[in-house]
């Protein structure tokens, strides 16, 4: 906990926005509290995510970015109430999930959750689930291809974002993309 309270003493100097890097792994971010399960290089704290709470108080964290590491949750509403008590009202959710019709989506054994386009609709104020954590999706966009081929990202993600929602019922096994991309705003 020494390098949190060193990385906020620091930060609150500045006057900087707090941001984190959950379940960061090997991508090391600059500018960000960078956490994971595992004590590797560039890691600030070693924490495992599916045990709440997590160590930061409340409305800690302007930013939370979350690169493929939600897949691998026990609970997402649990994960997803967690992010909000530790950021602040209005503060961003960057989220990087693996499609469901992406074939490393079942070929990782330790991916528990698949994500589409609408998935996060689930979490709205417009959605009748009560008890379900509440957050605004001020963006989101299917990505036709992550690591390699990203050219054809310019000719597929226009094509396949024009309606997710006829691309998810009739095309995307027939054309998967590789991933999903969501901005979402927490509301207190």
Do not use: Q
């Not at 690169?67 to 989220?95: A, F, M, P, Y």
């Not at 386009?117 to 957050?135: I, Q």
């Not at 390699?148 to 310019?154: A, D, G, K, R």
């Not at 054309?175 to 207190?188: H, T």
């Amino acid at each position: 906990m020494g390098i949190l309270k060193k990385y906020l003493k620091i930060n609150l100097n500045r006057n900087t926005e707090m941001k984190l890097n959950l379940a960061c792994g090997k991508d090391i971010k600059k500018g960000y509290v960078n956490l994971d399960w595992a004590k590797l290089d560039g890691v600030d704290i070693v924490h495992d995510i599916n045990k709440f709470p997590w160590p930061f108080k409340d409305n800690t964290f302007d930013e939370i970015y979350c690169s493929h590491v939600l897949e691998h949750v026990d609970d997402l509403i649990k994960t997803i109430k967690e992010i909000r008590r530790i950021g602040k009202n209005n503060s961003e959710i960057i989220i990087r999930a693996p499609h469901f019709s992406c074939g490393v989506t079942y070929r990782d054994p330790t991916h528990k959750l698949f994500f589409s386009y609408f998935t996060f609709d689930y979490f709205t104020n417009e959605c009748f689930y009560r008890d379900m954590p509440k957050v605004k999706i001020k963006n989101r966009k299917l990505n036709f291809t992550r690591d390699s081929f990203t050219f054809l990202n310019y000719i597929f993600n226009p094509i396949i974002n024009i309606n997710p929602a006829i691309y998810e019922r009739f095309f995307c096994w027939v054309l998967p993309c590789s991933e999903i991309l969501f901005k979402l705003e927490i509301e207190k």
